[in-house]
C-alpha cells in the first residue's frame, strides 16, 4: 500500500511539474504570452475549424505577430477546400467544440489544451516507469526538461502541426522509457507502455507525415519488447505482444501516411520539388541542371525557393509539368552522391541550433503590426533570411555564425555508439540512458534526412523536431554518466561479497590445506542378494 501511494505521489509531481514547466515557458497565464505567428502555413489548418481570424484582413499570416483571437464562422468551411488531414487540426477541433457562430476563439485555450495533453502522457509514463523501482522515473528527465525551453513551447500556441507532433513524440518517448524501466514480468505495465509508445508514433505521423521517422521508431521499439505471457516470462511466448503492436502499426499507419502523401501531392507538388531541386540539387552538384533535363539557365537561380521565383524562372514550368518525374530524377541523382547526402545531412544537424525561429515572431499581434521583425543591422537582415533559408548566400553566412556547428552531429555520433552501447550491456545502470540517447538519436538523424526531401528551404523550421531530440539526447548521455558513479559502487559491493564468499590466501603463503571430507556415520552395505545392511562407517 505504501508503495502504491507512492508511486501515486510521483506520478501527480509529474504530471504537474511537466504543466508548470510549459505554463511558465508560454506564458499562458498571463497576457503577453509567447507563441508561434504563421508563415502561411496556418490557414490550411484553422480553416478546417472553421475559424476566421479577427484581423481587418482576415488573415494571420506574416501579420507581425501571433493571432490570438479567431471568430467562429461555420460558413468559412465552404471556401476551404482541402484542410490538412492532421492531428493537429483534431486538436485545434477538441479546443472548439460545439462553439456557435459568432464565438470568439483564443488560441490560449488551444494551449491549454495542449499542456493537459502533455500533463496526461506524462502521468502514464511517470506510473510506467516506477513499476519497478521509484527511481527510475528519472528516466522522464531527458524527454521533459526541454519542453521548458520556449522554443519548443511557444509551438503550442500556434496552428502548426508541429506542436501534436511533438506531443506524439514525447509519448514515443515516455513509452520507451517505461519500457527501459521494467521486465518483461511486468506484463500490464508494458503493455500500456507498448499502447504509448504506438499511440505516440501514429499521433506524430498524423501530425505531419515528414515526421514519419517517429512512427518507424516506434515501430522498431515495439516489435523488440518482451512481455511475458508465461509464468516464467521468457520464451517464445513472451516475444508475441511487442511484434502484435508493431503490425498494427503498418495496418494503422500505411493510411495515415498514404493520406498526408496525397496531400502533399494536391497542394505543393511542384513546390516541393522545385525546392528540392533549386535549393540543394542545384547548389550542391555543378552541372545538374543539364544532367535533370532542366534549362542550363536554371543553374544561375541556384538557391532560391519557389516561394520568391518568378513564374518565367527557366526551368519551373517543366517541374510543374511533371514534378514526380524530376522528383526522381533528383533524388536517384543524391543517391549516387554520398558525399553530398552527408553534406546535407551535417547542414540538417547543424540547422537544429536555429530552434528559435526568430523569423516567426512569438508576441500577440496589436492592430498596427507589421512583419517587419525589426533587425537592428544589415547583418541581422541576413541572419533572419538566412535562418528562413531565403537564398543559398544567407543560409550559408547564418550557420557560418554559428559557435559550434559541429556540436549537434558531435552529440547524434555520440548517441548512436552509447546506445549500441547500453543494447550489448544491458546489465548496467547506466544503459537505459544510453538506449534512450540511442532511440533519440537515430530518429533525429532519420528526421533531418526526411526534411532534405524538400531541399533546403526553410531547413531550421522543418529540423524543428530534431532539434528537440537532439536536446534529448545530450540529456540522456548526461544521466548515463551519472549513472555511472553508483554502477561503480554496485560494481566494489558484488567484488567484496565475492570476496568475502570465497577468501583468498595471502600473496606469498602457500594456500591452506583443504579439510579432509567427514565420513558418513553409516554406509548401506549389500549382503549376497539378500536386503542391503547398514554397518557403521570406518574411521579415518
Known amino acids: 500500500m505504501r508503495h502504491l501511494l507512492a508511486r ?33 502555413d496556418g490557414s490550411r489548418l484553422y480553416c478546417g475549424a472553421a475559424l476566421v481570424p479577427t484581423t481587418p484582413q482576415q488573415k494571420s499570416d506574416w501579420m507581425g505577430g501571433v493571432i490570438e483571437f479567431y471568430e467562429v464562422d461555420s460558413t468559412s468551411l465552404q471556401t476551404c477546400q482541402d484542410p490538412i488531414p492532421s492531428a493537429a487540426l483534431t486538436m485545434l477541433k477538441a479546443a472548439v467544440g ?31 516507469t516506477t513499476a519497478a523501482a521509484l527511481w527510475r522515473v528519472l528516466y522522464l528527465v531527458p524527454m521533459m526538461a526541454p519542453l521548458a525551453n520556449t522554443d519548443f513551447a511557444r509551438f503550442l500556441l500556434s496552428t502548426y502541426g508541429e506542436p501534436a507532433g511533438l506531443l506524439g513524440t514525447y509519448a514515443m518517448l515516455g513509452g520507451t522509457a517505461g519500457i527501459l524501466a521494467t521486465t518483461p514480468r511486468h506484463r500490464i505495465t508494458r ?18 507525415v515528414a515526421y514519419a521517422p517517429v512512427l518507424i521508431a516506434a515501430f522498431v521499439v515495439c516489435a523488440v519488447t518482451a512481455v511475458g505471457l508465461t509464468k516464467s516470462a521468457d520464451g517464445w511466448p513472451s ?24 496531400w502533399q ?32 539557365e536554371a543553374a544561375q537561380y541556384a538557391g532560391t525557393p519557389i516561394q520568391t521565383s518568378a513564374l518565367d524562372k527557366p526551368g519551373r514550368a517543366e517541374i ?16 549516387v552522391s554520398p558525399e553530398v547526402l552527408s553534406h546535407g545531412l551535417g547542414l540538417g544537424l547543424q540547422a537544429t541550433q536555429g530552434r528559435d525561429l526568430v523569423y516567426l515572431e512569438s ?14 543591422t544589415d547583418e541581422d537582415k541576413v541572419l533572419s533570411a538566412g535562418q528562413q533559408s531565403a537564398t543559398a548566400t544567407s543560409l550559408g553566412f547564418w550557420l557560418g555564425r554559428m559557435p559550434l556547428p559541429w556540436l549537434p552531429a558531435v552529440l547524434v555520433g555520440i548517441g548512436l555508439a552509447v546506445g549500441l552501447l547500453g543494447l550489448l550491456f544491458r546489465q548496467l545502470l547506466a544503459s537505459s540512458f544510453a538506449i534512450l540517447a540511442g532511440v533519440a538519436a537515430a530518429t533525429s538523424l532519420a528526421l533531418v534526412a ?15 523536431l530534431a532539434s528537440y531530440l537532439v536536446d534529448v539526447v545530450a540529456l540522456a548521455l548526461a544521466g548515463a554518466v551519472l549513472m555511472l558513479p553508483p554502477e561503480a559502487v554496485r560494481w566494489t559491493r558484488g567484488h567484496r561479497h565475492h570476496g568475502e564468499a570465497a577468501p583468498r590466501h595471502a600473496a606469498g603463503s602457500p594456500p591452506a590445506a583443504p579439510a579432509p571430507e567427514s565420513p558418513p556415520a553409516a554406509v548401506p552395505v549389500e549382503v549376497g542378494h539378500g536386503p542391503a545392511v547398514t554397518v557403521p562407517a570406518s574411521g579415518p
Not at 511558465?24 to 504563421?38: C, E, P, Q, R
Not at 507502455?193 to 498524423?206: C, K, N
Open 8 to 40: 501515486l505521489s510521483i506520478v501527480v509531481l509529474a504530471s504537474a511539474a511537466c504543466a508548470v514547466m510549459l505554463v511558465l515557458a508560454t506564458g499562458l497565464a498571463v497576457t503577453d504570452f509567447a507563441g508561434a505567428s504563421d508563415n502561411g
Open 98 to 128: 460545439e462553439a456557435p457562430d459568432g464565438t470568439i476563439f483564443d488560441i490560449r485555450a488551444l494551449g491549454w489544451f495542449y499542456v493537459a495533453a502533455f500533463a496526461a502522457v506524462t502521468a502514464i509514463a511517470a506510473w510506467a
Open 191 to 208: 503493455a500500456v507502455a507498448l499502447a504509448l509508445v504506438a499511440g505516440g508514433g501514429l499521433f506524430t505521423v498524423w501530425a505531419k
Open 239 to 262: 516475444r508475441i505482444v511487442g511484434p502484435v503492436f508493431a503490425g498494427l502499426l503498418i495496418i494503422l499507419g500505411v493510411p495515415i501516411v498514404q493520406s498526408g502523401v496525397q
Open 265 to 296: 501531392d494536391r497542394n505543393y507538388a511542384d513546390g516541393n520539388v522545385h525546392n528540392l531541386i533549386y535549393t540543394a540539387v542545384l547548389v550542391e552538384i555543378p552541372g545538374a541542371a543539364g544532367l535533370l533535363g532542366l534549362p542550363r
Open 320 to 335: 510543374a509539368a511533371d514534378p514526380q518525374e524530376f522528383r526522381s530524377r533528383a533524388i536517384r541523382m543524391l543517391l
Open 363 to 376: 508576441d500577440p499581434w496589436e492592430p498596427g503590426a507589421q512583419f517587419v521583425n525589426k533587425p537592428s
Open 450 to 464: 526526411a526534411a532534405l526531401a524538400d531541399g533546403y528551404f526553410e531547413l531550421a523550421k522543418h529540423v524543428w
